[in-house]
């Protein structure tokens, strides 16, 4: 049975609880993160803990972050995840337990933190080279975008999209403009150029996506940080996907068409190959 970390316990999932009365549960009054750890070790905590924290300052949330990562390496060891190639350890914090209200509760209320570990399962490399599908969806999600807030049923109801028409991305567009995925960031490689959308509140601050930017970077490859219109992206030489459980995936197919010549790009390939070369470097460092 796995172990979860609830408000300060370390114990068996089916024995984690949470009041009905929890904000989180009435108002998604709450933030989430996941964090990846390749071989056991966390991958750019300090990154997803300066997000959160960013996260916890807009919503005026209290909460001293100083001991999260030691959390999650616990989880990690905990569940016996240390050999995976790669696992998630999945961060939860709410408001907390309190009458319902639309304003805040009293002060003092003590937020619920809720935490779990799992491993994660990259693709094989035939399939990843086959390449992926993606459709697009209406963006009909609030103005912050940018806080990973628990209130996500816009992006499930675009990820449902996505599963009934056997595909695996849906691309939130907003007019005229390919924003992200429902779940990822999105990048186009328009003209040689590896282009994505700003870190604006329209897009959730990935931090695969500061990563790949990166990446592209110490590969020579030019980037740009603009808006991309819908039928820009349309007209790609290659699409891709990035997220800290999508990694780098490529889109062969946008609403039924082609990408490019309807195969996987050598940008999107070489990013994907300094991805995990990357990661398992500081898997050896750390």
Do not use: C
């Not at 937020?111 to 399939?127: D, I, K």
């Not at 806080?147 to 990820?159: C, D, E, F, W």
């Not at 889109?251 to 790009?265: F, S």
């Amino acid at each position: 049975m796995s172990r979860v970390y609830l408000n300060g316990e370390y114990l068996p999932k089916d024995g984690a609880t949470i009041s009905v009365d929890d904000r989180g549960f009435l108002l998604s009054d709450g933030l989430y993160e996941v964090t990846p750890a390749y071989r056991g070790r966390l991958f750019r905590m300090e990154q997803h803990m300066r997000r959160l924290q960013h996260g916890l300052a807009v919503l005026r949330i209290e909460y001293d972050l100083s001991g999260l990562p030691e959390m999650h390496d616990r989880l990690i060891s905990d569940n016996g995840l240390e050999a995976e190639d790669v696992a998630i350890v999945y961060l939860q914090i709410t408001r907390g337990v309190a009458q319902r209200t639309h304003h805040f509760p009293p002060a003092g209320t003590r937020p619920t933190v809720y935490a779990f570990a799992q491993a994660f399962h990259r693709p094989g490399e035939a399939r990843w080279a086959r390449g992926y599908e993606a459709i697009t969806v209406p963006d009909r999600r609030w103005a912050r975008v940018d806080i990973k807030s628990i209130g996500l049923l816009p992006n499930v109801l675009a990820q449902q999209a996505a599963v009934d028409a056997g595909v695996e991305d849906a691309l939130f567009v907003k007019d005229g403009v390919a924003l992200e995925g429902s779940h990822n960031n999105v990048f186009a490689v328009l003209d040689g150029v590896v282009t994505t959308h700003p870190a604006t509140h329209a897009i959730l601050h990935g931090i695969s996506r500061e990563y790949v930017i990166e990446l592209a970077r110490a590969q020579g490859l030019p980037v740009e940080e603009r808006p991309v219109l819908l039928d820009e992206m349309r007209g790609a030489d290659e699409i891709f996907f990035t997220g800290t459980t999508t990694e780098v995936r490529p889109t062969v197919r946008l609403d039924g068409e082609p990408v490019g010549n309807g195969k996987v790009g050598p940008v999107a390939r070489a990013l994907y190959e300094a991805f995990k070369e990357g990661t398992r470097a500081a898997a050896v460092a750390s």
